[in-house]
């Protein structure tokens, strides 16, 4: 019943900026964690950002520190991450993940919950 649904993907170029957004159904969103993860071809699933509001708490990987800002709506049961200053590293499909629990900061492995992805493309 819980539903994940990423939007804003597409092309930019190296150093622009897109949105991500993930509209979360089902089970109470300001309760969550929710997390960024990225996948490039041919390479494994990777962490990018996480955020949970009770309490709150936020985490980034070092590769998108100062560049990647992960926030929430909670009037819209929506988590952003923004990108800013892309990299044609940055291309990868992102996938937004959400989990319930009071482990921080949780492994990917704990998040029970997937959208199907969004293609986010840097070209150089």
């Known amino acids: 019943q819980v539903h994940l649904v990423e939007s804003g993907g597409g092309l930019a170029q190296a150093g622009g900026s897109l949105r991500l957004a993930c509209a979360v159904s089902?089970?109470?969103?300001?309760?969550?964690?929710m997390g960024w993860f990225r996948q490039a071809p041919r390479k494994d699933r990777e962490f990018v950002a996480h955020i949970r509001w009770s309490p709150t708490n936020t985490g980034y990987a070092d590769s998108v520190k100062g560049r990647f800002t992960i926030s929430g709506d909670n009037a819209k049961n929506t988590v952003y991450l923004q990108m800013n200053n892309l990299k044609p590293e940055d291309t990868a499909v992102y996938y937004c993940a959400a989990r319930w629990g009071s482990i921080w900061p949780p492994n990917q492995y704990m998040y029970d919950y997937w959208g199907q992805g969004t293609q986010v493309t840097v070209s150089s």
């Open positions: 089902g089970r109470t969103f300001s309760s969550a964690t």
